[in-house]
Structures are given as structure tokens and as C-alpha cells.
């Protein structure tokens, strides 16, 4: 199972070939978001057609909400790399849900994570 960032669900839904073969290639099953990205997703449509489209592509993924475990983990990162690596709350979120389930974060950002303890991050699409 990998925990995907909004940047290759939006490349899909942009229909970039090389994302969208990885997707059916891995199969929705083995793919999950944190409740983070859909909202990201969410808040970033233009009209209800666009957002009808989104809700549709995103119910066969394992949607990931949050819980104590991941908002604990991702105060003590943002105490951590705030000042450091300005992380935003969403990026501290999605890291935080990473670490807690173990998966590994397929991201095109790694900036934004790579510094991460124990944090398991690639822009692979393989």
C-alpha cells in the first residue's frame, strides 16, 4: 500500500498517461490518500462538474482519516521543522499519516519531505 500526494492525483486527472497507467498498474486498492489531499483536491475545483469528476475518481481509494495518532505526530513535527523547512500544515499532515500507517508517500515534492526521519518518500511512478 502507498499513501499518494494531491500532485499525482491530479496529474491523473489531468490524464498525463505515465500516472494514470501507474494507477491502474497498482490498482486503487493498493493506493491510499489522507482525507488531507481530498480536501486539497476539494478546494481547489472551479465548478461542480470538476468537483463531481474528483468525487468520482477518488471512491476507489482508502481514504485515510485523521486520528490523535497522526495529529499528535504531526504537532511534534511541526515543532520539529517549522522554522527549519516552513512546512505547511497539509505537507505535516500527510507526513504524519505516512509515518503512523507505514506507508510510503509517492510525492513529485520530495523537498518537502525528504528531511523526514524514518519517512519513506518517492516520486517514482514505477
Known amino acids: 500500500m502507498l499513501l499518494i500526494d494531491s500532485n499525482i492525483i491530479i496529474d491523473h486527472l489531468r490524464g498525463r498517461t505515465q500516472v494514470t497507467n501507474f494507477i491502474?498498474?497498482?490498482g486503487k486498492v493498493n493506493l491510499a490518500i489522507s482525507v488531507i489531499v481530498e480536501m486539497e483536491l476539494y478546494?481547489?475545483?472551479l465548478n461542480t462538474a470538476e468537483l463531481g469528476k474528483i468525487k468520482r475518481d477518488l471512491s476507489g481509494y482508502l481514504s485515510i482519516p485523521l486520528d490523535k495518532n497522526i495529529g499528535d505526530?504531526?504537532?511534534a513535527l511541526?515543532?520539529?521543522f517549522a522554522?527549519?523547512?516552513h512546512m505547511s500544515v497539509a505537507d505535516?499532515?500527510?507526513a504524519a499519516t505516512a509515518l503512523v500507517y507505514d506507508l510510503e508517500l509517492r510525492t513529485y515534492n520530495l523537498k518537502d519531505f525528504?528531511?523526514?526521519p524514518h519517512?519513506?518518500?518517492s516520486n517514482s511512478l514505477a
Open 24 to 26: 491502474q498498474t497498482m
Open 43 to 45: 478546494n481547489g475545483v
Open 73 to 75: 505526530l504531526a504537532l
Open 78 to 80: 511541526s515543532e520539529k
Open 83 to 85: 522554522l527549519s523547512h
Open 92 to 94: 505535516t499532515l500527510i
Open 114 to 116: 525528504r528531511f523526514i
Open 119 to 121: 519517512l519513506k518518500v
